[in-house]
């Protein structure tokens, strides 16, 4: 079974920067997308970032483009989002999750094996 875990949230300024990794274990981890989201208080979940199991194929969100970097440590089995410029509407919990069949979205109901999330705010 596949298992992701969320780290490197915490408390920033606008216009700072925060890397988060995932790292991902367990059945064919190596061969999987994994896709970034986040979830702000009483609004839906939204597509952040993806990229390929290869890491050669990346994808995101408009309100993210410019900003922020999605890549894969060599071994494939941790992935990164390095966050900058960031704003205070970026705040969110932001959680991995993987898809077998590549980067076919940026929709939550592509993708399983949810981690548990890890907080992310931006705020003076």
């Known amino acids: 079974q596949l298992q992701l875990v969320e780290s490197g949230g915490g408390l920033v300024q606008p216009g700072g920067s925060l890397r988060l990794s995932c790292a991902a274990s367990?059945?064919?981890?190596?061969?999987?997308?994994i896709g970034w989201f986040r979830q702000a208080p009483g609004k839906e979940r939204e597509g952040v970032s993806c990229i390929s199991s290869e890491g050669d194929w990346t994808n995101y969100a408009d309100s993210v483009k410019g900003r922020f970097t999605i890549s894969r440590a060599s071994a494939k089995n941790t992935v990164y989002l390095q966050m900058s410029s960031l704003k205070p509407e970026d705040t969110a919990v932001y959680f991995c999750?993987?898809?077998?069949?590549?980067?076919?979205?940026?929709?939550?109901?592509?993708?399983?094996?949810w981690g548990q999330g890890t907080q992310v705010t931006v705020s003076s």
């Open positions: 999750a993987a898809d077998i069949r590549g980067c076919r979205s940026l929709l939550p109901g592509d993708f399983v094996s």
């Open positions: 367990g059945f064919a981890s190596d061969y999987h997308a």
